[in-house]
């Protein structure tokens, strides 16, 4: 029987720890088929933040670094300027890269430190159990919001795509989701189109994917889907923030 | 071998840069900002990286990066950013990464001031961040010993896979000797454990320090003490001062030791027999030294520029059969070695 759809091979053959509906396993499925299409795997290292894809590593087939909370910019910029020649890549959530990450974030960004940032919003700490993250939106309940987020109290979620677009080091900023097939495919165009800037030594490319955490929103999958698509994106649209196009930083 | 005149901190740079060093990441803080300068200026031209970074913080997760490929690396930091450096210090070690730290320790707590001070003994021996571990603790005592100390810092890191501290001064950042460069040959370590891309040729190597089956910490921070059992076999080090007689024998190092020796020859002088055991390395503490001199010595007399942090390890080196005085100074304060003699002389007074 002929094989039509498999595993992508940058994909390690083990089950995940993630919840029931989330949509990381989307984003490492379409990662992966990046670093394997790119024929990159060998040169590629990766780098976990803390949070829900923490144990990461143990998933991608490269060679893989675990960070600490909010410093994998940080630690990429240390592997990418020891080995400028291999790909390097950091996978964060929003609480590691919104919040205690900021400052990391920004200054790789505005160093165009030339490495891919994959940013998974999905408005929530999700490993500690659903509190408020950076990204949370005005009105949504979570364990440190009980009564809904009240910008008079909790001020007002980021938008990291337009905050980074402002950076002259910032290559490419995109927002996508993983909601529907088409996201999807866009989604996977856009993660293609960072590793290819990294080979063109372009700068910093950050891809956020708007994702779903169905466990702390209280939610079925696809009533969290319906969430993402109708809150969500509204919140925060998608589309190329900043697209730095026939530049070459080396 | 060839001979200069060297700024401490400056001699530091360009022992790291002969020593191998691939990458320096940084962020300025007096008084250490002599190291950054030096690298920016010359690391390129040696085939090296010189970055600096948005924040301490920043800095030592682009050492642990950098490290995690195989890369020789360096940062440097004065006593408040050494604080902010301790998550990431954590990490390294709790990855067994290796990495050269550097602490030209100033006056504290809080923000404290920038004159010389060793008062970050007990952060940089027992407690440089959370966890169970250890780091080397070298404490050079004059710009040669920068130079040596560095050279052996990055070598002992990269043999032990842990990170390794100069505890130095602003007393010995600042001054200028002349210093000899030997002819370095930088011990190249085989990593084969490094994250810089498997080609192909292997599985993934993964660099991490999180294990939550607690079976599986226990094993590691086990097999991580077996290591420092090793080390404190073999690493301990001191200079022995005229001990052999002593009957009051001093303990201190780094800038203090040079007082506290001019004060034990005056002391000679005067016919009192007196002697230093000066430790070169702080972790491993070296307890068969300060066993050695307990032979002859009466009474120990430490002396720190700190309220007394050190006192604690040589108390505990001898399990405290000998009586442990301690003078020290602090917040910038440097002892005279006047003042040295007249507490040796009191402490010799009370026989």
Redesign the interface.
Known sequence: MAVVFERPKALLDVSTHYCPGCTHGIIHRILCEVIDEMGI?????G?CPVGCS??A??Y?????????HG?AP??????????PD?FVFTYQGDGDLAAIGT??T??AATRGENIVVIFVNNGTYGMTGGQMAPTTLPGQVTQTTPYGRDPKIQGYPVRVCEMLSTLDGTALAQRVAVDSVPHIKEAKKAIRKAFENQKDKKGFSIIEVLSTCPTNWGLSPIEAIERLRNEVIPYYPLGVYKDKEGENND | MERKLMKGNEALAEAAIRAGC??F?GYPITPQTEISAYLAKNFAKAGG?F?Q???E???I?????????G?R?MTSSSSPGISLKS??IS?IAG?DLPAVIINVQRGGPGLGGIQPSQADYWQATKALGHGDFQLLVYAPASVQEMVDMVVKAFDKADEYRMPAMILADGFLGQMMEPIEFPEIKAEQVEKPWA???????RA???????YLKPEQLEKNVFERYERYEKIKATEADAEMYLTEDAEITLVAYGATARVVKSAVNMAREQGIKAGLVRPKTLWPFPVKQINEAAKSAEKFLVVEMSMGQMIDDVKLAINCSKPVEFMGRTGGMIMKPVEVLEEIKKIGGKK
């Open positions: 795997e060998g040169d590629s290292i780098v923490v144990m590593y143990d991608f087939a490269c060679d893989m670094i675990e960070a600490p410093r940080a630690v990429a910029t240390g592997v990418k300027r020891s080995n291999k400052a990391e920004v200054h | 691939k990458c990441f990286l970055l970074a948005e924040s913080i920043a800095a997760n682009m050492v642990l990066g950098a490290s995690s490929t890369t690396v998550e990431g990490y990855s994250a810089n891309g498997h080609g192909g040729k993934h190597n993964i660099i991490n320090s999180l």
